[in-house]
C-alpha cells in the first residue's frame, strides 16, 4: 500500500478525486496531520474505495471543476451512504486559484465551491463540515490547462494554504480524540 497504512483499515478514511493532483496533496496533507495526532489513517483514490466498514470517521475530498465534484467522490458518498451516515464524516472541496479572496457568503460563488448537491447530500449523512481549500493550477501538457494558467499571474496558481489545510485537519483530529475520550 503506497501509503503504508493497514490492510485492514484504520480509525480514519482519507478520499479524494483529483485530477491533475493538488487535490491528492491535500488529501497527504490531511492523512499526515491526522497521523501526527496518532489516529491510524488511510489514504485512497475515491475510486478505489469498496467499503468504509473498517472505518470509525472517513474524510472525503474533492476538487471542484465548473461547480462539481468530481464524478468518482460523489458516488462514494452515494454508493455508502447507510454507512457514512453511521460515521463521522468530513468533506473537503478544492479549486479556487486567481486573484481575489474567496467570497463563500456570496450564494454564487459558495454554489461553485460547495455544489449544492454535496452540500444536500452532506447535511442528509450528518457532515461536520464542508470546507473549501484553495486550488492549484499549472500549466501541464493539457491545451486548456495552459490557456486557463496564462491568465493566471504565476504567484496566484497555487492558492493552497497549507497552514490552514493543517489547521482543519487538526479540528478534524481534535473532534475525534475527544469522541474516543469521551
Not at 492523512?31 to 488511510?42: E, K, N, W
Not at 465548473?66 to 464524478?71: F, V
Not at 459558495?110 to 470546507?131: C, I, N, Q, S, Y
Amino acid at each position: 500500500m503506497r501509503d503504508g497504512s493497514r490492510p485492514d483499515g484504520g480509525d480514519v478514511l482519507v478520499a479524494y478525486a483529483s485530477k491533475h493532483g493538488a487535490t491528492a496533496e491535500i488529501a497527504e496533507a490531511v492523512a499526515d496531520a491526522l497521523r501526527a495526532r496518532g489516529l491510524a489513517v488511510d489514504l485512497r483514490e475515491a475510486g478505489a474505495v469498496r467499503s468504509v466498514e473498517p472505518y470509525r470517521a472517513v474524510v472525503v475530498g474533492s476538487a471542484v471543476y465548473l461547480g462539481r465534484w468530481r464524478r468518482e467522490a460523489l458516488t462514494l458518498l452515494r454508493r455508502h451512504r447507510r454507512a457514512l451516515a453511521e460515521r463521522d464524516l468530513w468533506l473537503f472541496s478544492s479549486g479556487p486559484v486567481g486573484e481575489g479572496s474567496v467570497d463563500l457568503d456570496d450564494p454564487k460563488v459558495a454554489r461553485l465551491l460547495r455544489p449544492p448537491k454535496v452540500v444536500r447530500l452532506g447535511e442528509a449523512l450528518g457532515a461536520h463540515d464542508h470546507a473549501v481549500h484553495g486550488g492549484a493550477i499549472d500549466e501541464g501538457r493539457c491545451f486548456l490547462r495552459r490557456k486557463m494558467a496564462e491568465g493566471i499571474a504565476p504567484e496566484l496558481r497555487d492558492r493552497r494554504d497549507w497552514g490552514e489545510i493543517r489547521a482543519w485537519a487538526g479540528q478534524v483530529a481534535d473532534a475525534l480524540t475527544a469522541a474516543r475520550s469521551g
